[in-house]
């Protein structure tokens, strides 16, 4: 079985919950997080990630991204298959 790697767009329900959804997707291991600038102040997290290609994997991680407090949108940007 391979890896999938997924690469979301996460955008914060306020500027002040900002801080502490990071912290939190942040001890999901993700193999890179970046901060992006939307408009106004306002950022986003790119976040990417590799996991196992299996059943339910995918979801699974979406559905931990989305518990997170603060988290208002998640946005798919890439899925790909690792070499």
């Keep these: 079985m391979g890896e999938v790697i997924c690469v979301y767009r996460i955008l914060p329900s ?11 997707l942040e001890e999901l291991k993700p193999d890179r997080i970046e901060e992006e600038p939307i408009a106004f102040g306002l950022k986003a997290i790119k976040l990417t990630k590799v996991i196992p290609d299996g059943p339910g994997e995918q979801d699974e991680l979406e559905k931990k991204i989305e518990s997170i407090d ?10 790909s298959r690792s070499l």
């Design 14 to 24: 306020s500027p002040e919950k900002f801080d502490s959804m990071k912290k939190a």
């Design 70 to 79: 603060g988290v208002d949108n998640i946005e798919t940007v890439m899925v």
